[in-house]
C-alpha cells in the first residue's frame, strides 16, 4: 500500500518572503473581519422588523451577497502571495476586529449604524493593509484593496441614506 504524504502548501511569489507574509497577515484580518461582517449582516436581515422591513430587509441582503463574494479573491491573493488563510470558525475569531452582536433584539435603526460603523472599520482595515501591499510592492493586493474599499464605502452611504430620518 502506498502513502501519499502531504506537501507543503507552497505557492511561488516573486515578493519577498518578509513582505509577502505582512501582506498575508493584513489579509487574514480583512477576510477574518469580511466573515465577522457578513454574518452580522446576514443577522441582522434575518431579525429585522418595521415598517421599512422591506427595503431594509432587501438592502442587508444585497450588501451581505456583495461582502461574501469578496472573501474569496481575498483568500485566493493571500494564497497567490505564498501564504496560506484562515481555516476555521475559530481562526476567524482569532483574527476578527468587528464585533459580534449576539443581542436578542437591536432595532432596525441601530442595526443600520452598528452596519455603517462596521464598514466604515473595514475601510481603515483596507487603508492600513493597502499602505502593507503599497510597502511590499504588491501591486495586485493593492488595486484589489480600492476595489473593496470602494464597495465598503459605498454600503456605509447606502446605510447612512437608507436610516435619514425626514
Given at each position: 500500500m502506498t502513502t501519499i504524504s502531504a506537501a507543503p502548501l507552497q505557492t511561488l511569489s516573486d515578493l519577498e518572503e518578509g513582505a509577502a507574509m505582512t501582506v498575508a497577515d493584513a489579509l487574514?484580518?480583512?477576510?477574518?473581519?469580511?466573515?465577522?461582517?457578513?454574518?452580522?449582516?446576514?443577522?441582522?436581515?434575518?431579525?429585522?422588523?418595521?415598517?421599512?422591513?422591506?427595503?431594509?430587509?432587501?438592502?442587508?441582503?444585497e450588501q451581505a451577497a456583495e461582502i461574501l463574494a469578496a472573501t474569496d479573491a481575498i483568500a485566493e491573493r493571500a494564497r497567490k502571495t505564498g501564504n496560506t488563510t484562515i481555516r476555521s470558525i475559530g481562526d476567524i475569531a482569532r483574527h476578527q476586529t468587528i464585533k459580534d452582536n449576539d443581542a436578542e433584539f437591536v432595532s432596525p435603526q441601530d442595526m443600520l449604524a452598528e452596519l455603517r460603523a462596521d464598514n466604515l472599520r473595514m475601510v481603515e482595515s483596507f487603508r492600513r493593509a493597502k499602505d502593507v501591499a503599497d510597502k511590499a510592492r504588491d501591486n495586485a493586493t493593492s488595486g484589489l484593496i480600492d476595489t473593496w474599499t470602494d464597495e465598503a464605502e459605498r454600503r456605509a452611504w447606502f446605510l447612512f441614506e437608507i436610516s435619514r430620518q425626514g
Open positions: 487574514k484580518i480583512i477576510l477574518a473581519d469580511s466573515y465577522a461582517i457578513y454574518l452580522k449582516t446576514k443577522n441582522f436581515h434575518w431579525h429585522v422588523s418595521g415598517p421599512y422591513f422591506r427595503d431594509y430587509h432587501l438592502l442587508l441582503d
